[in-house]
């Protein structure tokens, strides 16, 4: 594949490196990060292109989103992955979309499916990173941990 598209710790697809020559047709995926120090997990959805409107256009412009080094949008994690480094998590695509509505309707499927809300490490320690699902349903209404 292309140099362009050698990228730091790269996201994973069916046990291959996914790179650029196979986004084809795709919109965006939904995906799985994985801490690998203490096995913490997110879910979530990105999209591979952005569309803006520069000042004084009348169309909208395609560009590339920064999908190769993102890492979630959820602060906790984040500050994981400065702390820890990018190598300290894996990066998996568990499905790719055509469109917005397919990606955002698997990525909150996946949540529930995973039940982000309320799983939990022996510790007690909340499995997912996750917080909250379409902003509407909360751990802290869920979450059990050690009881």
């Not at 490196?17 to 997990?41: A, Q, W």
């Not at 803006?52 to 412009?61: D, E, F, I, N, Y």
């Not at 989103?65 to 568990?94: A, M, Q």
Request: net charge positive; glycine share 8%; charged share 30%.
């Amino acid at each position: 594949s292309d140099d362009f598209c050698m990228y730091e710790n790269p996201w994973w697809y069916e046990g291959e490196i996914f790179d650029c020559d196979k986004i084809n047709g795709y919109h965006g995926f939904v995906y799985l990060i994985t801490n690998t120090c203490n096995g913490r997990k997110y879910i979530g959805r990105k999209y591979f292109w952005s569309f803006r409107k520069k000042k004084g256009q009348t169309r909208k412009q395609r560009k590339e989103s920064d999908w190769k080094n993102y890492y979630g949008s959820c602060p906790e994690l984040k500050e994981d992955v400065k702390e820890l480094g990018k190598e300290k998590f894996t990066r998996e695509i568990l499905s790719l979309h055509t469109t917005v509505g397919k990606c955002n309707f698997e990525e909150t499927r996946q949540l529930f499916v995973n039940n982000v809300l309320s799983e939990a490490l022996t510790d007690g320690t909340p499995l997912y990173y996750n917080g909250n699902i379409l902003g509407r349903y909360y751990r802290k209404d869920y979450f059990k941990g050690l009881c």
